[in-house]
């Protein structure tokens, strides 16, 4: 509202102030006015243009208001700043001055600011009197102008003729014609007067004369006197204004070239047919990806070219063509790639897609299709089949990356979330349509894009309904809608065909992988384990994968999870150890799933990469719980590593099964105070413990618990099954480890002690222990009668074991040694060569190659278990030793020896 | 206090079974395990020998006290000990040690700066575990003039030990100790020995190796493995600076033969290039290090024969008391 003064604000505050009063009623009736002009059936349409074009022209007017006052003081710099940026601001509104017209107000300031620009120049006096900036300032304005008038010059020479024709009076009623037109017009009036009466128009007409003079005497009068004058004029023409608007309206109409208020669609009376249309269509497309292009008002434009067409019954043709742009201007909607659709405008690309495959599916003679070229399309209402060019696969394909990018952007843990989620349904509702379209219609790539489309939006879903059927809990208390839905394929039958069918039909690979992955996941997800191993093996993805794109790697990591997970429900403990290793030793597993970022300084990720990370990332309601992840794995670690650390204890060669797992119990010795156990991690380290003691009970107590229960064990489907698996595994696991912990205590142990204690079966730990006997793991054998266990006691004792270790580093020592000797020499094995040539028959070689040997054979020993060599191999070493601590200046010392 | 012998060498320590005692009650008192005491010896040079009769203790600070002052509080000893007139001369300083583990980078620059300083000055080192075993274990060390040398040039490049020819034999001397009493303690002891009723000594016989051999054999392993780097260290060190050698032998006879053909077609020849600047050599590893850890191989080694072989005698000697038939 002050918006309107602010246009017109050279008049001074005592009309302003009358004016304030009636303004609610003048901006009501400029609307009205507008309205009028407007064509009935598209008035909406034409208040969203009008007030794009608004915003344009305010800028612009705001723009003049202050090139005036510059003018006003001889603020010369300042004037050339601002018409900067006006010239700035023309050029962004040139769409819609394409349209309109030039506006009118543009004109004027135009040749004003000429006019006074050279009465500026010739005054020579004044000239002098500029200090150097605005002097500067005016020359170079004064040649900016003219140059750029020269594009205007008809414009302005006609504005000039009306100025001229209507000048006394007139031309401020001309401001006042103008000014409602464009609400924001910034009329060149010197009369005060004009404001009150443009803006009170509408009162004038209600309010007898009398009354609206008393007014402004009123108000006016209690001004300063210098007004007066003024004053005087505002009642001369406020009592002129009434006889003599019609007249004057007509003539400012015929003087000013009207601003088009709204591209009219079609030119009253034009007939409207398909040529039109198109026509018309191809105007509007041509403006897009222009700079200035307001895309609200495409689409709004489009939508009106849909309503007309759908009017005239132009035919389904032309329907799906204006379709097809209007949603591909949805997506241009917003001009960076990056940012996300808002879910609004979404939901209304999701209505059109809708629309638009109900037409298709009504119309069975519409071809659409990329390669169809724009010339050979026909739109019209013939006999022959209308060809539209354009790919409504792209199109939903588009659609569903939106979708993926809007909830990729909405904050997971909030009510918006769940429902932009709702709409999933939705999609998936139309990816279905559109397969069923395309396997009608569709060539074999299309068929394979959709398909994979569709499984993309399959996989990750646990199928509940098939689970429960494969459990045979069939109908107990289910609504009927439930039963309605269970008459559903499997998702595992559909998965299964279309996974088979790209298998067959692609030809990209990239389609094919995903396919392959999604389809080993779905199995993993559901539990059939076999069929996902065998379907990863044999696609020997393992192998080639680094060279796929980081969205299929991410999926591949996906896949590699849940199959680890699914080992993990069958108690494969160490295929779920082997395929969760990668993502977990990387100790980067949120990323490598792309389900967040992790903080990095910048000086590794640049903006633009971060970016480029975030777009990749999945969204949350396909993410696979990390605790979860975590848990599984460290658990499966766990009942691997412990009977392994408990087997090799003196090993000195012994590696980790699993860093990661060494790196929690680390954790857990550092702590300086143990407390119960909180956290996943925490939990699993003291049932390590427990079970490294062979306590399978505690080990069992810290696994399986209400808080492990509740963050891990209760998210898989069959969690009773899980649980039962874990026990058992814990015991079998634990006996093991008690075995070869404690094994040298024993000199014979009863089985059926060992059954008790581990509450097993007998049997199992007959076979458990006859495992370890022929894995070599326990020195022991059988005593069948007497079901006892009997140790042999070969296991070297720990001094013997330090002294292998020992001798087995002394090699290793030796060796490095022997490569520094190698490098001076420029021979390998120079040293012992030399040696031979230079004592041939020494018995000191000989020494020296039985130690070698030596080493050897302890390593068979330790690998046998077999008795270790007496003691003198002691003495040996340690000998040994002092020849090769020589050092840098090696001097054999073989006398030593 | 008289004049000083200059020939260290020929340094005979006597130290006075005080002192002796004082060290073994500092370690009973501050020492755990592993950790080491060290404290500074006092007394005077007598001849061609270095009597130490006096000693006190660095105090252990932890490292809250960081502004603790080590030098103020060696000065302020001395003078208080001064003041009540006992031997204040500096000669050296002890430390206890672990399984013989005291052949470090800590000691030997220590040791330096005493010697530097002190020429006549000498490292106790003091091992409270044989100690414990029944044999008072106490050996007194200096630098060899060798190596005072290279400490003095700070050369501890390859090329450098090599020039000095040094070994790892060859960085320590071992002064022989003495340790006296005066007489009247002398007497003393006497008495008492007829007085009291003889101490059972049983640590003397047992028979229980593992252990002591368990702890020796885990510290010459870490070594080993420290070595074992070493050298793997120097061999890359080696085997850079052969290929460097090669990449610059190459491009040498490049240039001349460039050079050649450029003065047959009568050009001038290239311009010379700083081939040192190009052809950096990599920077040697220090060697002292190696020096070191050998010398305390050597060490270790020393002390697993010592003790292997008493032990043996004494398992013979427990099989011969078994069957005193056979």
Known sequence: MSRFFATGSDSESEESSSADEITPKATGTTFNKQALLLSDDEEDTKRVVRSAKDKRFEELTNLIKTIRNAMKIRDMSKCLEEFEQLCRAFLKSKAIVDKEGVPQFYIRLLADLEDYLNQLWEDKEGKKKMNKNNAKALSTLRQKIRKYNRDFETDIASYKEVSISALIHIHMKSGLAVL???????????????????????????????????????????????????????????EEEPEGEDGEWREVKGGVPMVKEKPKMFAKGTEINTAVVVKKLNEILQARGKKGTDRAAQIELLHALAAIAEENNLGEGIMVKIKFNIIASLYD??????????????????????????????NNNIFIGENIAEDSESLGISDQPFRVRGCILTLVERMDEEFTKIMQNTDPHSQEYVDNLKDEGRVCGIIDRLLRYLEGKGSTEEICRVYLRRIMHTYYKFDYKAHRRMLG?????KSEQDQEESEGEDSAIIMDRLCKFIYAKDRTDRIRTCAILCHIYHHALHSRWYQARDLMLMSHLQDNIQHADPPVQILYNRTMVQLGICAFRQGMIKDAHNALLDIQSSGRAKELLGQGLLMRNMQERNAEQEKIEKRRQVPFHMHINLELLECVYLVSAMLLEIPYMAAHEFDARRRMISKQFHHQLRVGERQPLLGPPESMREHVVAASKAMKMGDWRTCHSFIINEKMNSKVWDLFPEAQRVREMLVRSIQEESLRTYLFTYSSVYDSISMETLSEMFELELPTVHSIISKMIINEELMASLDQPTQTVVMHRTEPTSLQNMALQLAEKLGGLVENNERVFDLKQGVYGGYFNRVRLLYPHSPIFLSLSDQKSGYQQKQNYQRGGLQVPDSGLLLRIVKHSRTVTGGPAFSPRLELI | VGARVGTAASVGSWPLVGVVLKIIKHYQEEGQGSEVVQGVLLGLVVDDRLEITNCFPFPQHTEDDADFDEVQYQMEMMRSLRHVNIDHLHVGWYQSTYYGSFVSRALLDSQFSYQHAIEESVVLIYDPLKTAQGSLCLKAYRLTPKLMEICKEKDFSPEGLKKANIGYEHMFEEVPIVIKNSHLMNVLMWELEEKSTMADKHELLSLSSSNHLEKSLQLLMDRVDEMSQE???????????????????????????????????????????????????????????????????NNYCQNVKEFTSQNLGKLFMAQALQHPSS
């Open chain 1, 180 to 238: 409602l037109q464009n609400c924001s017009y910034a009329p060149r009036i010197k009369t005060r007067g004009s404001l009150s009466c443009a803006v009170g128009e509408s009162t004038f007409k209600r309010l007898p004369p009398c009354l609206r003079t008393q007014d402004a005497d009123r108000q006016t009068s209690s001004r300063r006197p210098k007004k007066t004058k003024q004053k005087d004029r505002a009642e001369e023409e406020a």
């Open chain 1, 333 to 362: 909607y917003n001009p960076n790639l990056a940012a996300f659709m808002k879910p609004e405008m979404w939901k209304k690309c999701l209505d059109c897609i809708d629309e638009l495959l109900d037409i298709l599916f009504d």
């Open chain 1, 473 to 477: 809990l069939q109908g107990e208390s």
């Open chain 2, 231 to 297: 050298i793997v260290k120097y061999n890359s060190y080696c085997r850079n600076l052969s290929k460097q050698q090669q990449q610059k032998h190459q491009y040498l006879q490049r240039r001349q033969q460039e050079n050649a053909q450029r003065q047959s077609r009568g050009e001038p020849p290239l311009p010379e290039e700083d081939i040192s600047k190009m052809f950096k050599p990599p920077p040697p590893p220090p060697r002292m290090d190696t020096l070191l850890i050998a010398g305390q191989i």
